[in-house]
T-cell receptor, first 114, second 112 residues
Framework: GAGVSQSPSNKVTEKGKDVELRCDPI?????LYWYRQSLGQGLEFLIY????????KSGLPSDRFSAERTGGSVSTLTIQRTQQEDSAVYLC????????????FGPGTRLLVL | SQQGEEDPQALSIQEGENATMNCSYK?????LQWYRQNSGRGLVHLIL?????REKHSGRLRVTLDTSKKSSSLLITASRAADTASYFC????????????FGKGTKLTVNP
């Protein structure tokens, strides 16, 4: 079946603009995760959804970052007033929702803030 | 925060040779997973080993786990040029949340 999909693949924006990144998980996966991969920081966890609720949002770096999930499916990560340090690859993953099991990753969105 | 630390940071070998990558971590874990990443994009899951397992095989991959030393190794046998990628270990912390904690990765280059 189809894997995790993310859009857009690449996004270039100007500092101060808002951006929205989208993730479509594997059908039937109840858990969804966002990670960020930047040159200096490696792969960092941002937020985890189980259904539509987010039991762990401890990795969101500032209040400029928010995420939502609707219908237990698609998720949107929003970054407001983007800064150059937000430039990174944003990766989404999903899983069946059982405790600490395999996460399946999408291809990522490469964000460049000029 | 980074928990896993892969060693070496970069590895270059010839096709047909074996490649071994190591991962160390700091806290007690429920499982450890290895992922591959090509060209800085999506991660592909390779193998998951649970804390009560010592060794696991999948095709040309062999993973070991030593919880007393808090370390794991990934062995790729008879490497191919297509194995060129970055390899990451990721841990699921015992008593922790659902997030995975990743190491910085080993960049493997297999020369034809």
């Amino acid at each position: 079946g189809a894997g995790v999909s993310q859009s857009p693949s690449n996004k270039v924006t100007e500092k101060g603009k808002d951006v929205e990144l989208r993730c479509d998980p594997i059908s039937g996966h109840t858990a969804l995760y966002w990670y960020r991969q930047s040159l200096g920081q490696g792969l960092e966890f941002l937020i985890y959804f189980q259904g539509n609720s987010a039991p762990d949002k401890s990795g969101l770096p500032s209040d400029r970052f928010s995420a939502e999930r609707t219908g237990g499916s698609v998720s949107t990560l929003t970054i407001q007033r983007t800064q150059q340090e937000d430039s990174a690859v944003y990766l989404c993953a999903s899983s069946l929702g059982r405790h600490q099991e395999t996460q399946y990753f999408g291809p990522g969105t490469r964000l460049l803030v000029l | 925060s980074q928990q896993g630390e892969e060693d070496p940071q970069a590895l270059s070998i010839q096709e047909g040779e074996n490649a071994t990558m190591n991962c160390s971590y700091k806290t007690s874990i429920n499982n450890l997973q290895w992922y591959r990443q090509n060209s800085g994009r999506g991660l592909v899951h390779l193998i998951l080993i649970r804390s009560n397992e010592r060794e696991k095989h999948s095709g040309r991959l062999r993973v070991t786990l030593d919880t007393s030393k808090k370390s794991s190794s990934l062995l790729i046998t008879a490497s191919r040029a297509a194995d060129t990628a970055s390899y990451f270990c990721a841990t699921a912390t015992q008593g922790g949340s659902e997030k995975l904690v990743f190491g910085k990765g080993t960049k493997l280059t297999v020369n034809p």
